[in-house]
């Protein structure tokens, strides 16, 4: 038996931690993954209400956004108040798929780390991981990373949409950062093994979406944004002999640095964090 095998077994199910939850009189916050427990005990330190974190685990479900949401559902149905979630937008609002639950909030952009980007930590974290002669402008260098991750945003949507089952697991970074769109469209697409009339297919598809001029906030993929920056920080702007940043630990520089802005004293009130 693997490790994921024994992991999962181990895991509770929604229902299961619904149950854990209901007998328990504290309050809760349900989060997808461990990058945004990091962020709101961050936040928790700067003010907002204290919760205890549980992190899903996918047991039972398609992933750890449907986990959040069932246990949301199941705690609503028991008219239980102790618990709320936050799950990523992903690809709802250019959808028009939201699914309004109570107690169950989305981040105000696609994900996680669009928040983190679009925050001042940004401007702190790019002035620790560049050099003072290669340093960019913030705005600048965000341009770069929007600019060069919206083509594979917009594959991941139509993957999405189609149910394509493209692999996005192994992205060259390097390749996103120095080509232009289109070659590197076309050099995602033959990895995938496509024949022709479904290259033709999926470039059509592409297209029509490109001609929505969808806000970078809401086709860009966080992991795509730290990825590419994570492969800046080589050398561009970086030092002759630099070290590497990878995008987990640009991440946690980035929540180290995030400051929450408002008076919020709990998680329904953060205006500048989720789509309220």
């Known amino acids: 038996m693997d490790k994921g095998t024994t992991i999962e077994k181990m895991s509770l199910s929604p229902v299961e931690l619904a149950d854990e939850l209901s ?143 493209f692999s996005f697991e192994e992205v060259d970074y390097k390749k996103l950062l120095d080509y232009d769109k289109e070659k590197f469209l076309q050099y995602f697409l033959s990895k995938m093994d496509l024949k022709k009339v479904q290259r033709s297919k999926v470039c059509s598809e592409i297209e029509e979406l490109i001609k929505r001029e969808y806000d970078y906030k809401y086709i860009c993929n966080g992991h795509d944004l730290l990825g590419i920056l994570s492969q800046l920080t080589k050398k561009k702007i970086s030092n002759d002999n630099p070290i590497q940043y990878t995008e987990e630990i640009i991440e946690k520089m980035l929540v180290l640095g995030y400051r929450k802005m408002e008076t919020a004293l709990d998680v329904g009130e953060c205006l500048n964090e989720l789509l309220i």
């Open 23 to 165: 007998m328990i009189n504290k309050d809760y916050l349900v989060v997808e993954g461990q990058s945004d427990k990091n962020f709101w005990e961050h936040l928790q330190q700067e003010g907002l209400k204290k919760r205890q974190i549980r992190v899903a685990n996918k047991k039972q479900c398609s992933g750890n956004k449907e986990y959040v949401k069932r246990v949301i559902t199941i705690m609503n149905q028991r008219n239980r108040e102790n618990v709320i979630g936050i799950i990523d937008l992903d690809y709802d609002f250019v959808q028009n798929n939201i699914e309004y639950i109570d107690n169950l909030y989305y981040y105000r952009y696609i994900d996680l780390e669009n928040i983190l980007v679009q925050s001042s930590a940004f401007s702190e974290v790019n002035a620790l991981i560049s050099s003072s002669k290669k340093k960019l402008r913030d705005d600048d260098l965000k341009d770069i990373l929007y600019e060069k991750s919206y083509i594979l945003g917009i594959l991941r949507l139509v993957n999405d949409i189609e149910k394509y089952n």
